[in-house]
T-cell receptor, first 112, second 111 residues
């Protein structure tokens, strides 16, 4: 079945550590996105990528980094510079804006 | 800048009722409008996608309409069931590269 796989489902990080969230899609979509969801704040865009080896900052990119070395993969690294990383992270992909977006099942990151 | 508003923030109705969820947006230059469902702790499940040239889409008991001129979309749920309880999110595009989401409507269907 085609879709987006996010792993792990739950992730715990100690303060000062970098962690990487995985996002893999087998939909052959060109564009991929990372969103952060916090209670009462809705979804906010972190980074997006339209093609391999190219990506752009979203609205809240500070403290995050991404790479897009393969069409299928768009990992997100939450660095120690992100002051409040505890949140639910969602990855999405799209073939083009006309055809909508598919989301993964999310990763819940908790700082301990 | 695109802004999306969903009203009401929460809704509780008895099973079997028909209901309407509302979504408004400020910029009519959109590619599409998409409705999602989110269960607690889960990802987003796409319900309906309306492209900018379309007026409505239907899937089973769900019907979504789009009026770009007024900046509004509605999601109609017929004969509601307890399994419909979830948060419903609408989102639309800002330019060709960004999605903007509403805050969602938390729906509870009481048996």
């Amino acid at each position: 079945d085609g879709g987006i796989t996010q792993s792990p489902k739950y992730l715990f990080r100690k303060e000062g550590q970098n962690v990487t969230l995985s996002c893999e899609q087998n939909l052959n979509h060109d564009a991929m996105y990372w969103y952060r969801q916090d209670p009462g704040q809705g979804l906010r865009l972190i980074y997006y990528s339209q093609i391999v080896n190219d990506f752009q900052k979203g609205d809240i990119a500070e403290g995050y980094s991404v790479s897009r070395e393969k069409k299928e993969s768009f990992p997100l690294t939450v660095t120690s510079a992100q002051k409040n990383p505890t949140a639910f992270y969602l990855c999405a992909s799209s073939p083009s804006p006309l055809y909508g977006y598919t989301f993964g099942s999310g990763t819940r990151l908790t700082v301990v | 800048k695109q802004e999306v508003t969903q009203i009401p923030a929460a809704l509780s109705v008895p099973e079997g009722e028909n209901l309407v969820l509302n979504c408004s947006f400020t910029d009519s230059a959109i590619y599409n409008l998409q409705w999602f469902r989110q269960d607690p702790g889960k990802g987003l499940t796409s319900l309906l996608l309306i492209q900018s040239s379309q007026r409505e889409q239907t899937s089973g008991r769900l019907n979504a309409s789009l009026d770009k001129s007024s900046g509004r979309s509605t999601l109609y749920i017929a004969a509601s069931q307890p399994g419909d309880s979830a948060t419903y999110l609408c989102c639309t595009t800002q330019g060709a590269q960004k999605l903007v989401f509403g805050q969602g409507t938390r729906l509870t269907i009481n048996p």
